[in-house]
């Protein structure tokens, strides 16, 4: 196991139903972050947290609404998403955003909008 | 600009070869180049980094070559080897309070 952990691996749901993934690291990591990667295309940086607060959302829309209520957990809450918002997508953590060093990343939730 | 081009979108090798992948940047200020692996099924690793304070590294198998000049970079997979087979993202980052920008990825095939 890589240290980050996301739950779940694999998730269907419909356009109006609401859902949750789960992202834990172990690493004693201070910042945490959420990307979208869908094929073709490079990784979409989300969101970033630092020491639980925010500090970047990346024009991201508010059907996706992230969490992080300590800085080992995150949470991208799910409502009312799109066909073209399938993707997997990945959870990463660093010692602090401006160290380019030890991303680390979970494996990963595939997200399919049906 | 934080664009980070990519080339090429896939690549298919014989098991013995070198593999080259190639990325290409604009914005000066980025200060750290690192190159990731994915395995599907899995998120992306970090396999290897260079600094533009010199022009290659290696590690292994994997060298990259950087030309600071031209704003380029290269990873070289020297014996390429089925287990190589995978995607590969290079990324750069500004040196500041800012996060990695991402190539859009090269999926790389070996064959036996």
């Known amino acids: 196991e890589t240290g980050v952990t996301q739950t779940p691996r694999h998730l269907v749901m419909g356009m109006t139903n609401k859902k949750s993934l789960k992202c834990e690291q172990h690493l004693g990591h201070n910042a945490m972050y959420w990307y979208k990667q869908s094929a073709k295309k490079p990784l979409e940086l989300m969101f970033v947290y630092n020491f639980k607060e925010q500090t970047e959302n990346n024009s991201v829309p508010s059907r996706f609404s992230p969490e992080c209520p300590n800085s080992s957990h995150l949470f991208l809450h799910l409502h009312t998403l799109q066909p073209e918002d399938s993707a997997l997508y990945l959870c990463?953590?660093?010692?602090?955003?401006?160290?380019?060093?030890?991303?680390?990343f979970g494996s990963g939730t595939r997200l399919t909008v049906v | 600009q934080q664009q980070v081009k990519q080339s090429p979108q896939s690549l298919i090798v014989q098991k013995g070869g070198i593999s080259i992948i190639n990325c290409a940047y604009e914005?000066?200020?980025?200060?750290?180049f690192p190159w990731y692996q994915q395995f599907p099924g899995k998120g992306p690793a970090l396999l290897i980094a260079i600094r533009p304070d010199v022009s290659e590294k290696k590690e292994g198998r994997f060298t990259i070559s950087f030309n600071k000049s031209a704003k380029q970079f290269s990873l070289h997979i020297m014996d390429s080897q089925p287990g190589d087979s995978a995607t590969y993202f290079c990324a750069a980052h500004p040196g500041s309070a800012r996060q990695l920008t991402f190539g859009s990825g090269t999926q790389l095939t070996v064959l036996p």
């Open positions: 914005n000066t200020a980025f200060d750290y």
């Open positions: 990463a953590s660093s010692q602090d955003p401006a160290s380019p060093y030890g991303y680390t």
